[in-house]
C-alpha cells in the first residue's frame, strides 16, 4: 500500500478513489493529520471535499518539524488550485493545535481557513469519535483568527 501523489492518503493507485472522484467538491480541502482520520470523516458521509494528509503532527519535543510532515506539497496545492475553503480537522492536542495555528498562518493568504468545531473532547483522537460528533464538529467549524 502507498500514497496518493496528490493528498497523501492511503492508496494502492497513484491516485486515492477520492481524488480520483468526479463528484467531490474541488473547491473544499479537509487537512487531517493521518488517514485514519479521513476514513473517520467518510464514515459521516457529511463531507463531499477532498483531503489532505499532514503525516503527522508538529511536535518539537518528537523532533517533527513542518518539514517534516506534507504541508509544502498543501501550500502548493492551495496557492495553484485556487481552493475556496480549507477546513483543518486536526485532533485538539497541544501538537494539533501547534499545527493547527502554523497551518492556518502559512494558509491565510491563499485562501479562506476555518476549523472543525470542538465536539472533540481535549486531547482525544478524530478516529475514535463517533460519526455524530464528527459531523457536529464539522457543521460546527469557524473561521480562524
Do not use: W
Not at 483543518?88 to 497541544?94: C, G, H, R
Not at 481535549?122 to 463517533?130: C, F, R, V
Request: glycine share 10%; hydrophobic share 35%.
Amino acid at each position: 500500500m502507498g500514497q496518493c501523489s496528490v493528498c497523501f492518503h492511503l492508496s494502492a493507485d497513484p491516485v486515492c478513489n477520492i481524488c480520483a472522484a468526479p463528484n467531490r467538491d474541488n473547491d473544499t480541502l479537509c487537512v487531517v493529520s493521518d488517514s485514519r482520520d479521513v476514513i473517520a470523516l467518510e464514515k459521516t458521509r457529511e463531507y463531499r471535499g477532498k483531503y489532505h494528509v499532514l503525516g503527522g503532527l508538529i511536535s518539537p519535543m518528537d523532533g517533527i518539524g513542518p518539514e517534516q510532515l506534507n504541508i509544502q506539497p498543501l501550500i502548493r496545492r492551495v496557492s495553484q488550485q485556487g481552493t475556496g475553503e480549507v477546513i483543518i480537522a486536526i485532533s485538539p492536542s497541544v501538537e494539533g493545535e501547534t499545527t493547527t495555528l502554523y497551518l492556518g498562518h502559512l494558509l491565510k493568504p491563499f485562501t479562506r481557513v476555518t476549523r472543525i468545531a470542538f465536539g472533540l473532547p481535549m486531547g482525544g483522537d478524530l478516529e475514535y469519535a463517533d460519526e455524530v460528533t464528527l459531523a457536529r464538529a464539522l457543521e460546527g467549524r469557524r473561521e480562524m483568527d
